[in-house]
């Protein structure tokens, strides 16, 4: 499956976002998929969730309030919605899949970059002040 992921570009602190994940298979609809993101010197962090039904959404606390992840089965993207950009969201954001068709996955599993098979190449967000 192959993800590509797109939306980012420069915006303003406060603005709005939204970021979206297409798959080229309809395959897609059975993973979880998550966005993730990596600030300039940064670790690679765990964004938001989504599960293969799109019944079960899942966000760092950090952001939640802010980010609101939602998929569309039949056009098989993941969406990121972004509100009230912050000058500490400028980071790639990448979308990625883990074969799974649980409703529920632990924080632990969702987390962990290496279960997840398939990344997008990232798309830039740049907040400016």
């Known amino acids: 499956v192959q993800l590509q992921a797109s939306g980012g570009g420069l915006v303003q602190a406060g603005d709005s976002l939204r970021l979206s994940c297409a798959a080229s298979?309809?395959?897609?609809?059975?993973?979880?998929v998550a966005w993730f993101r990596q600030a300039p010197g940064k670790e690679r962090e765990f964004v938001s969730g989504?599960?293969?039904?799109?019944?079960?959404?899942f966000t760092q606390d950090s952001v939640k309030g802010r980010f609101t992840i939602s998929r569309n089965i039949a056009k098989n993207t993941v969406y990121l919605q972004i509100h009230s950009l912050e000058l500490d969201d400028t980071a790639v954001y990448y979308c990625?899949?883990?074969?799974?068709?649980?409703?529920?996955?632990?924080?632990?599993?969702?987390?962990?970059?290496?279960?997840?098979?398939?990344w997008g190449q990232g798309t830039l967000v740049t907040v400016s002040s």
């Open positions: 989504i599960s293969w039904s799109g019944g079960t959404q």
């Open positions: 990625a899949g883990m074969s799974s068709r649980r409703d529920y996955l632990s924080s632990l599993n969702r987390r962990s970059r290496s279960r997840y098979e398939y």
């Open positions: 298979e309809r395959t897609f609809s059975e993973l979880f």
